[in-house]
């Protein structure tokens, strides 16, 4: 198609994303390579030699799963904020903020049986190394429920649910950048622990 | 989506540049302006200057000067002081010593270079030149400078300990600074180390996400990235290297302290102290330096890149022609940026590195050379035959130039694997580094100061007194540097206390009293830029609106512009910022927001089609 238009030098408008929703992601970024530089670590450690072979707890399987069922939840409760479902909304939240803690638990209850293995923070760095990727994931995580109780108290205080749905989604992608995370970290224990 | 964000950033636009009345609080001190905060990064970064320059002529004096009776320091130094009870002469604490050289470099390097840097430019410039109200999230940048500051409250608190500062080298290698019963410095002093640098690491994150955020989303309309100031694109570069490599700094420090007060053996292994074995097994130091140097080399450009961003703008403006190859400057700044992450090994070659490793690195570190010598050779072309103003911004900027060649080829050196048997941990190394990365980047930093001055202050700095400093500074730093080479190759070890206790270098005894006068010269022609900075902030020459005739947006502000920078609407920008001297045109700069309609007497044929003013006067073109 072609159109006739009387055109004198318009300045277009640049690209732009959202510049909140922009800092998250770089925020991302930003944890992404605190674990790179953990894992590398890791990895070059190992191979130095001299590193503790363990059997990984099978319960890390079980707060896998948990953690993915969250995202779903906290998915869930976005999509219902984005219907005005205030109800559902709140309900999808206070679940993932509740499998949230629960995860946290099953990570305690997983050190638990690794001391009960004799691999301990203190020895051995392919025993340390263990406890600090689920420590700094930990530490992450419960900055993510953090913020979980924040979008909480904000869904309790709106009129209107769906006023909140960009917050939310902001939220809603660091949780599941968390849940990512932790199967990162998960698959990558299993190939080289 | 697109439609959305219009809205998002008219709405920003107008909360911000309301004209209300603040309080001298939310003003001056927690400002979520911009501009502000600029400002107190800057002059936290001089208070730090001075002290990181006073610290490097006391350990000068002991250098040059070994036998000398440092008595009169006790005043000042306390208990670092040593008075020998029969002669009653006093010297120095070899410890403190120690502290001295670790607090220099740990300074100079982040607080000083660093913070007082980017966060002066980035912050003040971002918004200026690429035509936003402010950054993206103006608490984030208020944040930002206050943990600066919990940081350097920390750093600066750990000067007044009994067992004084940090004192295993601002690389803190382990197990030095890993069991604190190794020497005094590894104490307390250390600890309060890790507290400030992790304060740091989040300052800097909280700083470079806001630059990153800023100068992707808050461009004014017309600001593509190819009409984007050098300056903006080196601050934006790097931002992006310091958002990837300063939480690997955080992850080391993370298990250095897990191995300070846990326990935990990730550095160390098989430590014998005073006789007994400690209970660490299986860690690996060589690991802590790798991780460190991910960060340490990449850290290096983020020293230097932002300099070279203000160089290449004042070097432009000043030799009033376009910048030589502006995409080449662009694409070279991204070499370097990307080159940066991949050899950090080059800090590494003594630590038994597997030979073939130390090759592929000395390789990829040689390659570093290609676009640096681009970008020397376009700041030389762009001089060439211009119509040169030696303003005192020029003249540093001319500086730093000169001792990015000068110590650049020395890097050419060390970068060598083979070679760098020989020069490691000697004073060539440190003459190197001082000249390439500390002196060209202060350079580039003491001319950002002269050439924006009038933006920040509305007033002028004196110039004779600038001219003073440059020349004082310029040839003060190569009677440092230069004959510092020649000790470093006869082979004189970094970080002794003293040489005089070695017959082999006592040759050079001379040659460093040398070195410590010019050291003190060079210091103390500082003050002259400190008086004349603080001096001309109430006493200086009213500025103009545009006193360099530039062409960024920057200058269409009014000289003191306030919260939201333009009191209109924000301009739009039709050019490239490097329309200096354009033939045809009236006069020898156009600035980015002068539309190619109003130059019909200076546009190229292309431009003259932007333009539409080759359409026979209708201005009518055809759009699919």
Do not use: C
């Not at chain 2, 350079?443 to 007033?459: L, N």
């Amino acid at each position: 198609m072609v159109t006739e238009l009387h055109i004198k030098e318009v300045p277009q408008k640049q690209l732009g994303i959202n510049p909140k929703k922009f800092i998250l992601w770089l925020f991302m970024v930003s944890i992404v390579m605190v674990f790179a530089a953990l894992t590398s670590g890791f990895i070059v450690r190992q191979a130095e030699g001299n590193w503790i072979i363990y059997e990984l707890p099978s319960q890390l399987w079980i707060s896998t799963v948990i953690l993915v069922v969250s995202s779903l939840t906290a998915h869930w409760a976005l999509k219902s904020a984005q219907k005005s479902n205030s109800l559902q909304t709140k309900l999808g939240l206070w679940v993932t903020f509740g499998l949230g803690l629960v995860f946290l638990s099953t990570q305690v209850w997983v050190w638990e049986i690794l001391v009960q293995h004799d691999v301990y923070l203190v020895g051995n760095p392919g025993g340390s190394f263990l406890y600090v990727l689920m420590g700094v994931h930990a530490f992450h995580l419960i900055s993510g429920l953090i913020y979980l109780m924040i979008m909480l108290v904000k869904s309790y205080r709106a009129n209107e649910v769906s006023e909140i749905q960009f917050q939310l989604s902001l939220s809603t992608t660091y949780w599941h950048f968390l849940g990512g995370l932790w199967i990162y970290l998960y698959v990558f224990l299993i190939i080289y622990h | 989506m697109s439609t959305a964000n219009i809205d998002l950033m008219d709405e920003m636009g107008h909360d911000d540049h309301d004209h209300h009345e603040q309080g001298f609080l939310s003003k001056y001190i927690f400002s979520t302006d911009h501009k502000t905060i600029a400002k107190q990064f800057l002059i936290s970064g001089i208070i730090w200057a001075i002290i990181g320059g006073l610290l490097s002529v006391v350990f000068r004096l002991q250098l040059g000067f070994p036998d000398m009776d440092m008595a009169w320091l006790r005043p000042i130094l306390g208990e670092w002081i040593n008075i020998d009870a029969a002669t009653g002469m006093g010297k120095l604490d070899t410890e403190f010593y120690l502290a001295l050289v670790t607090m220099h470099g740990t300074i100079m390097v982040f607080f000083v270079l660093t913070a007082g840097l980017s966060g002066t430019f980035s912050n003040f410039l971002i918004p200026l030149q690429i035509g936003a109200r402010d950054m993206a999230s103006g608490f984030m940048n208020m944040l930002s400078y206050w943990f600066f500051f919990a940081s350097s409250a920390i750093m600066f608190i750990s000067f007044f300990i009994s067992t004084g500062p940090a004192s295993g080298s601002w690389v803190i290698y382990p197990p030095l600074s890993a069991l604190p019963q190794s020497m005094s410095g590894a104490g307390l002093g250390m600890t309060l180390w890790l507290v400030a640098m992790a304060l740091f690491i989040v300052s800097t994150l909280l700083g470079g996400i806001n630059y990153i955020a800023t100068v992707i989303n808050l461009r004014t309309d017309g600001m593509s990235f190819t009409k984007l100031p050098l300056t903006i694109w080196a601050f934006f570069l790097t931002a992006i290297i310091g958002l990837l490599s300063f939480p690997v700094l955080l992850s080391a420090a993370l298990l250095l302290i897990l191995d300070r007060s846990f326990g935990t053996s990730f550095f160390l292994s098989e430590i014998y102290i005073g006789g007994e074995a400690l209970p660490n097994m299986g860690g690996s130091p060589i690991l802590f330096q790798h991780l460190f140097w991910f960060l340490g080399h990449p850290e290096v450009y983020i020293v230097l890149l932002p300099s070279l961003g203000i160089t290449s703008e004042i070097i432009a403006t000043n030799s009033r022609k376009p910048i030589f190859g502006y995409k080449a400057m662009i694409g070279s700044m991204m070499g370097i940026a990307i080159l940066s992450f991949v050899v950090w090994a080059h800090h590494m070659f003594v630590t038994g590195m597997n030979p073939f490793a130390g090759s592929i690195f000395m390789l990829l570190t040689l390659i570093i050379a290609v676009p640096s010598a681009i970008k020397a050779f376009n700041y030389i072309t762009t001089l060439w035959k211009g119509n040169i103003i030696f303003t005192p911004a020029m003249m540093f900027s001319i500086g730093l130039v000169s001792f990015f060649i000068s110590g650049g080829v020395t890097g050419i050196f060390l970068g060598n694997a083979a070679l760098d048997i020989q020069l490691h941990d000697t004073y060539f190394v440190t003459a190197h580094f001082h000249l390439v990365m500390g002196s060209a980047a202060f350079f580039g930093m003491i001319a950002g100061v002269y050439h924006w001055f009038p933006k920040m202050f509305g007033r002028m700095m004196n110039r004779k007194l600038g001219y003073i400093h440059f020349w004082t500074s310029f040839i003060g730093i190569y009677l440092i540097f230069f004959p510092m080479h020649y000790i470093g190759i006869a082979g004189f070890p970094r970080r002794y206390y003293s040489f005089t206790n070695f017959d082999a270098f006592s040759t050079f005894t001379d040659l460093n009293a040398f070195i410590s006068i010019a050291a003190i010269a060079t210091f103390a022609a500082q003050l002259i830029f400190v008086f004349n900075f603080f001096y001309s902030i109430f006493k200086g020459r009213r500025a103009t609106k545009n006193p360099w005739n530039s062409t960024t947006l920057e200058w269409t502000t009014p000289i003191e512009p306030g919260h939201g920078n333009w009191p209109g609407a924000i301009p739009k920008v039709y050019r490239w910022p490097y329309d200096l001297s354009k033939p045809g045109a009236k006069e020898d700069f156009i600035m980015q927001d002068v539309p190619y309609a109003e130059t019909p007497e200076s546009n190229l044929p292309h431009e003259q089609e932007l333009a539409g003013l080759e359409d026979k006067g209708d201005n009518t073109i055809k759009v699919d």
